[in-house]
């Protein structure tokens, strides 16, 4: 039986982090359309941040997996091209903010971001990403999630744009700021 047999479930608050959209004016969704996309699917509370596709969303199905094979084949229909979406709970969220592991450069938002990655990376995967790491960047990963430290910031970083093709594990990646911000939203319930 899912939360949504369960007469009255209490709707559990998710953020859905969508990669690939309104990058250099390709793949254009308004923030606006994408809250009526996601009431369309029945979820309540929704609030988006940015551009970049971030939305914070209440909804009585717990199973965040399911979830985001639902929000992607949905959103495939609706505007004709693949997002990978990361949905992810408010208690996710809350550990990624209380792990992070530079507090020192939390000040500096746009030099530290985390990626929401699909899986957590193997020994192997993060040491290959190790060696390709020389640069001023530094970076953990703690589960599904990779800190990285940009001093120059993510724009400058060889090594960022290194981190997909070398890590080979799908993600999306936001700076701290935006990180925080959808804390706030997401713990204010959407």
Known sequence: MSSNDLPN???????????????GGNRIVKMAELRSFFEQ???????????????????PDCDAAMLTRRLEAEFEKKWGFHSRIMVRDLGWLERLAVDNPYPEVAGEPTKLHAYALERQPTAEEVARLAEKCTGPERFEVKGDVLYLHAPDGLGKSVFANLIPRVLKVPGTARNWRTVLMLLEMAKAGG
């Not at 479930?9 to 990058?23: D, T």
Request: glycine content about 8%.
């Open 9 to 23: 479930a209490p709707a559990k608050v998710f953020i859905a982090l969508f990669s690939g959209i309104n990058v």
């Open 41 to 59: 699917l029945g979820f309540s509370d929704i609030a988006t941040y940015v551009q970049s596709g971030n939305a914070v969303f209440r909804s």
